[in-house]
Structure formats: C-alpha cells, structure tokens
C-alpha cells in the first residue's frame, strides 16, 4: 500500500449513485491510492480542501492529486480509475469526438443529479447547511 493517497476524491455521501461508485473504487482500490471526502459531513471544511466549497463540490464533481492539483468532472473519473488499473475503461474520454461527448453528457448530469436523485435543488441544500450560496 502507498503511505499517501494519489488521489482525494470529495464525494456526496447522501447520493445513492455517488455511494455505489465510492464503494466500487474502495473495493478496487488494493494499493491504497484513493481517498475520499464526504462532503456531505457537518465537518466538511473548504480550507482543508483546496477551498472547494460545498456549493462547488455538490454542483459537480472535485477530486485532488496528492501534488495538490484539483481535477472536475469526467478528469476525476477517469484518473480514479487509471490508479485502480482500470484506465482503459475511461481512455476513450481523452479520444477528441468522444471526449467532447462524455463532457457534454457529465454536465448534463451533474445539473440534473440532486433531482434524479430525489433531493432538494442545491441553493436549498446550502441553506439547509446555512451555507452562503
């Protein structure tokens, strides 16, 4: 196992399809090489995470390489996976014409998310959490 994480994902604990895919790579993950942040804990705290706020991180995914840069979106994914030796399933993203797609189709979802998913828009969550929005 290696002594640090490569990879920090901030994940929201309270998603059903964000806890499956959490539990995947956790399962996949032998060498230790992920680590993950709900960011849905009262003690999530932005300054201990590169300043990502709640907001931010609930609107899309973040996750953080132990140098300390912040990756978003499909990038997330696809190093997730490229350290759980599973690479090749997100290689395709990287590919221009389906690269653009997969952007296309991730932002799509990440707006739609809190809804498909049964919860309060995300101005109602900060406010439930007294969070500025």
């Not at 996949?28 to 907001?55: E, H, N």
């Not at 979106?73 to 221009?96: C, H, K, M, Q, S």
């Amino acid at each position: 196992m290696t002594s640090e994480p490569r990879l920090t994902l901030l994940y929201d604990g309270a998603c059903p399809l964000c806890l499956r895919e959490v539990k995947f790579l956790k399962r996949r993950d032998l060498q230790g090489r992920l680590a993950f942040v709900d960011i849905d804990q009262d003690t999530y705290d932005p300054a201990q995470w590169k300043g990502i706020s709640y907001k931010q991180a609930m609107a899309r995914i973040h996750a953080i390489r132990a140098n300390g840069e912040v990756l978003r979106d499909v990038a997330v994914f696809r190093e997730a996976y490229r350290n759980i030796d599973l690479g090749w399933i997100y290689a395709p993203t990287t590919w221009p014409l389906i690269g653009g797609l997969i952007d296309q189709i991730y932002a799509l979802w990440a707006s739609q998310r809190l809804r498909i998913t049964g919860r309060e828009n995300l101005d109602q969550l900060c406010n439930c959490k007294k969070l500025p929005t």
